[in-house]
Nanobody, 126 residues
């Protein structure tokens, strides 16, 4: 059984940075693409960023382009989300995920994701 565990969330001031990590256990996810979504109360889960399996293609939501960077370390079975220049609008619960098909993230389609983490809260004070 695959488990994804996020860490690195917290409360920061606007303009500061955070780095989220997502560690997988249960099986290697080298053949999976990794993605990050976020959600605020009363709203749908929103795509943030993703990285493909083989060639490490990346994709970002327009709202985070130039500020966030997604990466992966297959030797550690872990994905990362570096978040810089954080804004109050970035406040949300952040979820990591893994999908067999990168198209799931290209389309921002949470329904096509195979595995989810439990979420980590990011709060940005303005």
């Amino acid at each position: 059984q695959v488990q994804l565990v996020e860490s690195g969330g917290g409360a920061v001031q606007a303009g500061e940075s955070l780095r989220l990590s997502c560690a997988a256990s249960g099986r290697p996810l080298n053949a999976y693409s990794w993605g990050w979504f976020r959600q605020t109360p009363g709203k749908e889960r929103e795509f943030v960023a993703a990285i493909s399996d083989r060639d490490s293609l990346t994709r970002y939501a327009d709202s985070v382009k130039g500020r966030f960077a997604v990466s992966r370390d297959n030797t550690k079975n872990t994905a990362y989300l570096q978040m810089n220049s954080l804004e109050s609008g970035d406040t949300a619960e952040y979820y990591c995920s893994a999908a067999l098909n990168f198209l799931a993230y290209v389309r921002g389609d949470a329904c096509r994701v195979q595995y989810w983490g439990q979420g980590t809260q990011v709060t940005v004070a303005s």
